[in-house]
């Protein structure tokens, strides 16, 4: 089998940075150094915009969104000063994850003014202002709230649209993160009213000539396959679109968890492993 470097599109969470992750972004990058990925892109989370959709994890820990919003600019601060410290051995990107909730549109932007990001990925955590990744228990809670699980995927796929069209994230995060506690979700995604979006959306995508994260992290919650599933990934092979990895890493123990797998089924199915780069900003 050829050999193919290793990259990240997605990843570098950091307990630094991150409730939800460990470790600091300079063990992170030191890791990635250790494991000889070429590049990286460091993709934290942006900050809440309000204090209503916080992550439940950080209501419970008593965040604010001002606290968010200030450790972000530290995020970035120190991201870009890894980026050139690091940079005679390893490629940086100080990139940011974004989310979808009421007001985003005008939210994300700003923030991107602000911060100036190499990039985004653009992910869609939240469905109608409801997360649904958090726990079994919240996915069927907004589930319910949707009018069940097929609703919940048109909805999921409907706002992911509006998102890849408004924000044109160079990155598309998780594309079918929604299937993520539904055992069912082969069949699911196979229904035509569901399809019908899937293939919509990734027209948009190879349109726009954006790239789609292959993301493992979905193995190590106990899935068989990463975000994107089979099916889809075939069609965006024969679309044309460039897949590129995402380890999609939340601390030291998840950096490149996964990789060789992951790219040795996309070398399987015909996918360009000269990984394309994401796009830089300019401003
Ligand atoms: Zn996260
Ligand atoms: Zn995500």
Redesign the pocket.
């Known amino acids: 089998m050829k050999k193919t470097t290793f990259v990240s599109v997605h990843g570098g969470?950091s307990g630094q940075f991150?409730l939800?992750?460990t470790d600091t972004l300079e063990e992170i990058i030191q890791k990635y150094i250790s494991k000889q990925f070429s590049w990286v892109g460091i993709t934290e989370?942006v900050p809440a915009i309000s204090e209503e959709l916080l992550y439940p994890d950080q209501k419970a820990a008593g965040l604010t969104p001002e606290f968010l919003y200030n450790r972000f600019r530290n995020y970035m601060r120190e991201c870009r000063r890894l980026q050139e410290k690091y940079s005679p051995v390893i490629k940086i990107f100080a990139a940011m994850e974004i989310e979808t909730y009421s007001g985003y549109k005008q939210f994300i932007p700003s923030l991107i003014q602000t911060f100036q990001p190499d990039y985004i990925v653009g992910s869609v955590h939240f469905v109608d202002d409801q997360g649904f990744d958090y726990s079994r228990e919240q996915y069927h809670k907004t589930a319910e709230a949707m009018g069940g699980l097929d609703n919940l995927y048109c909805k999921y796929f409907d706002q992911q649209f509006e998102m890849i069209e408004t924000l044109k994230p160079a990155i598309v995060g998780h594309f079918d993160l929604i299937r993520i506690f539904d055992e069912n979700y082969p069949s699911r995604l196979a229904k035509p009213a569901i399809m019908e979006k899937i293939t919509r959306n990734l027209t948009l995508i190879k349109d726009l000539d954006l790239i789609m994260d292959y993301n493992f992290r979905s193995l190590l919650k106990g899935a068989s396959e990463p975000y994107i599933s089979r099916p889809i990934l075939k069609i965006a092979r024969d679309m044309g679109i460039a897949v590129v990895p995402g380890d999609d890493s939340?601390g030291l123990q998840s950096i490149g968890i996964n990789m060789e797998n992951g790219i040795a089924l996309l070398q399987e199915m015909g996918f360009d492993t000269n990984w394309r780069q994401p796009k830089i900003y300019t401003y």
Do not use: L, W
Request: aromatic share 0%.
């Open positions: 969470h991150c939800h992750a989370h939340h």
